[in-house]
């Protein structure tokens, strides 16, 4: 199994100098080949191997010395970019598509990581401390113990102006929960962001929406001061660090959750739901994209694929909602989202709304799991 950890780093200041330097080098490599391409694309309608050009940067490097500087195979990992967004445009070009040409890139670009691949004793994870390619070592608030083999270690800025390290290592083993037995049904909805058929609640994040008032409010502010101006610089760095809080929020409830419900149950039955088509209707579309359903769920298919558990999808056309949990009534007058509780017509059995909807849900699952 392979799998990625990411560390904050706290780098000195001929470190990050050196980490600047490699993003340019990364991205001056990308774009001079990317030239190269396009040249013999256009005069001689051929293509370029990654190969050639990778035994053509040794030369490039003796002309310009400063290429020497940086991780080797950083800039190797660009070329290897360049090559994939390549396939990729020709990939397209055969299917009929009409796509651009792959595009230099800027230096206003805040994206900007570069891939330094483990070689030999390269790349190390210490406690507190990282040893990276040409950088030595950096400190770094290590919160995991990396295990396996260390593949390659990705350094990125994110647009506040922290730097971070991705370790990615290969054969690493993953713990196997003690096997649950127990079964559970999931209900998502808007109120609460999930509901367990065994009537646990997991809240939606009210943090959430005063974060993007905070936002909007900023951005406001932003747009009024003047281009290239000090301020407008400023401004923009906490815009991002808001940005990044608010991102910062949703992953954690996004990891959580699917660890917890992984941790406790055996097979776990939840609603296909087709985001796309719902955060088609705005009045929804805003707390849609807050509880970011589709990221949810694949953070759950992910760690069930780990620990093999059983995920189960039932279809969206199934009324989880409206049908009784007790007899199987089904009523229609259910289907409206402000009906919070119900009594069955025919059984008189009460019922909450999610509690019962998620109860249906675990039945329907386990139905389709011995079909
Ligand atoms: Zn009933």
């Known amino acids: 199994m392979e799998k990625c950890c990411k560390f904050r780093l706290?780098?000195?200041s001929e470190q990050s100098q050196l980490m600047q330097k490699t993003f340019c080098c990364c991205r001056f490599v990308f774009n001079?080949?990317?030239?190269?391409r396009i040249d013999a694309y256009k005069n001689e309608q051929k293509s370029i191997s990654r190969f050639e050009q990778d035994k053509e940067m040794t030369q490039l490097k003796n002309e310009l010395v400063w290429l020497k500087e940086v991780d080797a195979t950083a800039l190797q990992s660009s070329i290897q970019n360049l090559d994939a967004a390549h396939q990729n445009f020709f990939r397209r070009v055969k299917q009929g598509e009409k796509p651009g040409f792959p595009r230099f890139k800027s230096k206003h670009d805040n994206k900007k990581p570069y891939k330094g691949k483990a070689a030999g004793k390269n790349i190390q994870v210490f406690e507190g401390?990282?040893?990276l390619p040409k950088l030595g070592h950096v400190e770094c608030r290590t919160s995991k113990k990396v295990e396996?083999?260390?593949?390659?270690?990705t350094v990125s800025q994110n647009p506040s102006?922290?730097?971070f390290a991705s370790v990615c290592c290969t054969d690493v083993e993953i713990l196997q929960h003690e096997s649950a037995n127990a079964k559970v049904g999931l209900d998502m909805g808007l109120r609460d962001f999930a509901v367990t058929s065994d009537s646990d609640e997991f809240e939606n994040h009210k943090r959430l929406a005063k974060s993007r008032k905070k936002l909007a409010r900023l951005q406001r502010r932003l747009s009024r001061k003047a281009k290239g101006?000090?301020?407008r610089s400023k401004a923009r760095v906490k815009v991002a660090r808001l940005h990044e809080k608010i991102s910062n929020q949703r992953s954690d409830m996004l990891h959580k959750l699917p660890a917890e419900l992984v941790k406790r149950y055996g097979v776990i039955c939840i609603e296909d739901l087709q985001v796309k088509n719902m955060v088609k209707n705005h009045k929804l579309a805003k707390s849609i994209n807050d509880v970011a359903w589709s990221e949810f769920v694949r953070q759950l298919q992910y760690k069930c694929e780990w620990q093999r558990k059983a995920l189960v999808k039932v279809d969206k056309f199934y009324p989880s909602s409206q049908l009784c949990g007790e007899c199987g009534y089904k009523n229609a007058e259910a289907k409206d989202l402000s009906v919070r509780k119900w009594t069955c017509p025919q059984c008189?059995?009460?019922h909450g709304r999610d509690v019962n909807?998620?109860?249906n849900i675990l039945k329907e699952g386990l139905r389709m799991l011995s079909a």
């Not at 396996?148 to 270690?153: D, K, Q, V, W």
């Open 357 to 359: 909807a998620a109860q």
């Open 148 to 153: 396996g083999g260390i593949l390659s270690a």
């Open 129 to 131: 401390k990282i040893k």
């Open 161 to 163: 102006g922290k730097y």
């Open 32 to 36: 001079h080949y990317l030239a190269q």
């Open 348 to 350: 008189s059995a009460n």
């Open 10 to 12: 706290y780098p000195l």
């Open 229 to 231: 101006s000090q301020n």
